[in-house]
């Protein structure tokens, strides 16, 4: 759901209570627009309609042909919650943010909310103190609500823990952002070079950082390029490479032409960091003793980009090397719906049952996340 259709859904619930004199339908925009974050003051004219009208009633279905009515026993109205509403969502309208992940935050949507909340938690790297505001509030308000014509008013979830867990994670990024800001500028130098330190050995000397070649026009790479160890596994237009010396990792990549006479065909080549070469290792190691635990997990997603994780991952075959890292590919797999790396590795990962793999991949939004989760983890075990 995205912020504009939940608008337009909210809009014209209300409307549609209005005129019909339907509590049902305004119970369930309003259930959380008191005491909220949502801004939406598009919702002010027609909650100012709602104020204004005297009589509304809950609907049953004991009508004929089964159809809901309006039940006289149940005549309510919604004066000062829509006030109350109003004088929030001005309210809320005053809490600024630049941050992409605000307009979420301040929607009427506890689907919207929840998820980019995790999303935040997830990440980890957001450091804009403007949004602590708005997370405030969510802490505050902790319990969100539902309202429908079947359940009635039901707990949707608690989002106090989670908007906690998000700030402080934006005070702590926030606070290591401003301390190197003071750092002098000598000094960023050095750490900007100590994080991107490659490893070098007279092997692959000759390979730079990065390194476009146009192959089209038959020019060619160093000739230390064509010594490097393929891994195994990797697509034909795609692959890790390794230095059989110092064991720095590559990424090789065909961009060949997809149209015309060819000469325009490249490939290029990207060293790999030395620290992302040394969780590399770790995963392609042949010795079982070196390969990644379940706490290397963590450094890995914080180290190695999430694409290029995924591409590694791919690779491997072992599920007692991929089991470590499946929480976090659920939780990925979960925010991000239809990511088909994360599905491809774990596809490959509970490759001895293909079929039932697919069955609970394609039927995820419906089937218990605990569950898969454990029969995962039961594959890892039997490997």
Known sequence: MSIESDKKHSIEKLEKGIADHCADDIAEVIVNLEDGTCDYVELIPVLKKVAGKRSFYYFDDNGAGGFPRADINQETNFAHSALKAIENITENAGLKSENPAADALKSNSTYLIKKTLEDLQFEGSCADNSLIPILEKIARKDVYQ????????????????????????????????????????????????????????????????????????????????????????SKLDEQFRRCPECRAYFKWTDLSERYGSGNNDEEKLIRLPKKISLLLGKIFSADPQDHPVQDDVKEYFETIPNDLLLNELRLVKSPKIIAPFVPRLLWILRINAGNSAVTDVLTNYVSDNQERAEELLNELENFSLAKFLRHCLDVAKKG
């Open 146 to 233: 539902s309202y429908s014509y079947i359940g009635g008013l039901e707990t949707d979830c608690r989002l106090g823990e989670l908007a906690q867990s998000v700030i402080q994670i934006i005070l702590k990024n926030y606070e290591k952002k401003e301390s190197v800001k003071k750092v002098p500028q000598s000094e960023k130098v050095e750490i900007i070079e100590q994080n991107e330190e490659f490893e070098k050995c007279s092997f692959c000397e000759t390979l730079p950082a990065e390194l476009t070649v146009n192959t089209g026009r038959d020019y060619k790479f160093p000739e230390s390029f064509y010594k490097l160890t393929i891994i195994h596994g």
